[in-house]
């Protein structure tokens, strides 16, 4: 993929974990999505499927700074529950740091809280990881 360089880059820049992109968009049962603006990445996210149990687990939302508040994570979500049902998947499964606006993000746009982890992050405990799903087939 031709984006992996500035995908890499960025996530290096705004997240504290180094991950391996191309294992993760080149990954066995993994979905991953670039949207841009003006020819330059605005975000990325994608979700990774579980087939034991037809649940997917959303990988990352990441939208550029430059490009918030334009509606882009709500439609990385659309796409990607369009892309679960298409694929027969029951449930969305995502994690989110307790201090995070994705928080919110998800909660406005129909998740429900499942479960809460308060030593997930290795930080200074201010922060606990809090897990949410969405019902694909109810919606």
């Given at each position: 993929?031709?984006?992996?360089p500035e995908?890499?880059?960025?996530?290096?820049?705004?997240?504290?974990?180094?991950?391996?992109?191309?294992?993760?968009?080149?990954?066995?049962?993994?979905?991953?999505?670039?949207?841009?603006?003006?020819?330059?990445?605005?975000?990325?996210?994608?979700f990774?499927?579980?087939?034991?149990?037809?649940?997917?687990?959303?990988?990352?939302?990441?939208?550029?700074?430059?490009?918030?508040r334009?509606?882009?994570?709500?439609?990385?979500?659309?796409?990607?529950?369009?892309?679960?049902?298409?694929?027969?998947?029951?449930?969305?499964?995502?994690?989110?740091?307790?201090?995070?606006?994705?928080?919110?993000?998800?909660?406005?746009?129909?998740?429900?809280?499942?479960?809460?982890?308060?030593?997930?992050?290795?930080?200074?405990?201010?922060?606990?990881?809090?897990?949410?799903?969405?019902?694909?087939?109810?919606?």
């Amino acid at each position: 993929m031709k984006d992996l360089p500035e995908i890499e880059r960025l996530n290096n820049k705004y997240f504290h974990e180094i991950r391996d992109f191309k294992k993760i968009i080149e990954g066995r049962d993994n979905h991953f999505f670039v949207g841009k603006k003006d020819g330059k990445i605005a975000g990325f996210s994608g979700f990774h499927v579980f087939q034991w149990n037809n649940t997917a687990r959303i990988i990352d939302v990441f939208i550029h700074p430059q490009s918030r508040r334009e509606g882009n994570a709500t439609k990385f979500f659309k796409k990607i529950k369009e892309e679960a049902r298409k694929l027969g998947i029951r449930t969305i499964i995502a994690e989110a740091p307790s201090l995070n606006p994705v928080l919110s993000f998800y909660l406005k746009n129909g998740f429900r809280v499942c479960g809460f982890n308060d030593r997930y992050y290795a930080n200074d405990g201010k922060e606990m990881a809090i897990f949410l799903s969405f019902d694909i087939i109810s919606k």
